[in-house]
């Protein structure tokens, strides 16, 4: 595995340059993993409305205020799934394993329209590397609702567009927002009702969507759900898989010249060479950071390192080792749900704003750059951890390309989940919900502080929007004469 991730940032500069590569990773993917980054979020209480309807509405609102500043973009490419003879020890062994061919693509859109910019994600973006100057210079621009006539533009429309063409798999990680606002920002006006939505996204994506936040939450035992916490986790499950012998996933990337421009090379395997016995900082680490992936407190001394968090932070029930101290209710149990209302309460406060909007956009996913995953690396520099810190709080922005760091880990997350299950055992085989072992989590969105998923699904009484159905024969069309191509 290569010891660094390449992410290919996509400005209006090389869009055309970039667009066949784009096309054809779309074309051979297995699934594509999805991220968005907002120029921001509203009002923490309006998007978690207790009430879905009204969730829903406000969502809508939010996408019709705001704008999406980045798209992050991973395909996941099944090379092959096949059990590897590995030369352990005295003689062979075989180890089932699933390779994935991955490229990530970082796109910088523009809203042509008119948008809202909040003042504290303008700050929290800035502060993690995002070049506002370059995305108003260089972003790749589209405008927001339905196709508009005369428009022969090269935009992210047609990105979007020739990613439903191919029917793949969608991932995202705590995703309602991101699917809102895909749709309004570059497929047409979203509908007024929700079930209405989540006929047109089942009709949009018949392969299925898939949160791994829900995945994580409701099928998998992890104290932490935040979506670094769950990449560094699923790396070192991985990892331990391979040891043991049992299906695991393992990446390769294309071999992109090293120092082509618009791509940056980030290391991702960090988890790996972190030794908690190796760290000088024994500060006690802040469980609010460690649960959720963010503190609200700017001047908080207690340990941040993700790194020590993934390595300590334990399930409740699970064997206690070394002196972890670090345990949390179940998820899904009423204290869980408890405390999810009242750090949501906390969140919305008014004095809070900056550190609110901070988890704001982290508690949607919680970002982090750099980590990876292999086994091999186990024996990197144990860090001075104060340096690590700081680096870390830096490099969220992964130079600004968050977006698309964030749906890498999102897709690794997803095909470690799928690796794990063990069912699917060709790369031949249909990747179906039932294939994958996923049947029953498939099309299943995370809803914050709710112990139920938005369904993805046509209800008995719900129908698709006229802008979807209007919109969808032209896709199809598309699909068809590329078929034939
Ligand atoms: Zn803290």
Redesign the pocket.
């Known amino acids: 595995m290569e010891d660094k991730l390449p992410i290919i940032e996509v400005t209006g500069d090389n869009y055309a340059q970039v667009w066949p590569c784009m096309a054809k990773a779309f074309k051979d993917a297995t699934f594509i993993a999805m991220d968005c980054e907002l120029s921001g979020l509203g009002n923490r209480s309006k998007i978690n409305s207790s009430e879905l309807d009204l969730r829903y509405q406000n969502l809508v609102e939010l996408a019709n205020s705001h704008a999406i500043v980045a798209l992050g973009i991973s395909c996941f490419s099944c090379n092959s799934v096949s059990s590897i003879d590995m030369q352990e020890g005295n003689g062979k062994e075989q180890t089932p394993v699933t390779y994935y061919m991955v490229q990530t693509f970082n796109v910088l859109t523009m809203c042509s329209d008119p948008f809202t910019v909040e003042c504290g994600s303008l700050k929290f973006l800035h502060n993690h590397g995002f070049d506002f100057n370059k995305l108003y210079a260089k972003g790749v621009l589209y405008y927001k609702g339905c196709d508009r006539r005369n428009d022969n533009s090269f935009s992210v429309r047609q990105l979007f567009t020739k990613m439903l063409e191919y029917r793949k798999p969608l991932i995202v990680h705590n995703g309602l927002i991101d699917l809102v606002f895909l749709y309004q920002s570059f497929y047409c006006d979203l509908p007024k009702k929700n079930d209405t939505f989540a006929a047109d996204l089942d009709d949009l994506f018949p392969e299925g969507v898939y949160d791994t936040k829900y995945l994580a939450e409701f099928h998998q035992a992890f104290p932490a759900t935040y979506l670094e916490y769950l990449f560094k986790k699923m790396q070192l499950k991985n990892a331990s898989c391979q040891k043991k012998g049992e299906w695991h996933v393992r990446l390769c990337f294309p071999p992109y010249p090293r120092h082509a421009p618009n791509i940056d090379w980030y290391s991702y395997l960090q988890v790996f060479s972190y030794r908690v016995q190796d760290d000088p900082d024994d500060r006690e680490l802040?469980?609010?950071?460690a649960y959720h992936g963010y503190?609200?407190?700017d001047k908080?001394?207690?340990?941040?390192n993700i790194n020590r968090v993934v390595k300590e932070l334990q399930t409740p029930g699970a064997k206690k080792q070394g002196n972890s101290k670090y345990y949390l209710p179940r998820r899904g149990s009423l204290v869980h749900i408890i405390e999810k209302f009242s750090s949501k309460a906390e969140e919305t406060r008014p004095q809070k704003r900056e550190a609110s909007f901070k988890e704001a956009s982290i508690t949607k996913k919680q970002k982090s750059p750099k980590a990876p995953n292999e086994p091999e690396q186990v024996t990197k520099e144990p860090k001075n951890v104060v340096a690590m810190e700081v680096k870390q709080e830096n490099s969220r922005g992964v130079n600004g390309h968050r977006a698309g760091y964030d749906a890498f880990m999102t897709g690794f997350v997803f095909a470690t989940i799928v690796s794990m299950k063990g069912q699917l055992t060709s790369k031949d085989d249909p990747f179906t919900p039932k294939n994958i072992g996923l049947a029953d989590q498939v099309n299943k969105v995370f809803l914050m502080g709710k112990d139920f998923p938005f369904l993805i699904r046509t209800g008995h009484y719900s129908s698709k929007s006229s802008n979807h159905c209007g919109k969808i024969i032209n896709v199809r069309k598309g699909e068809i004469t590329q078929r034939k191509v």
């Open positions: 802040c469980k609010c950071f503190c609200k407190n908080c001394m207690l340990g941040h």
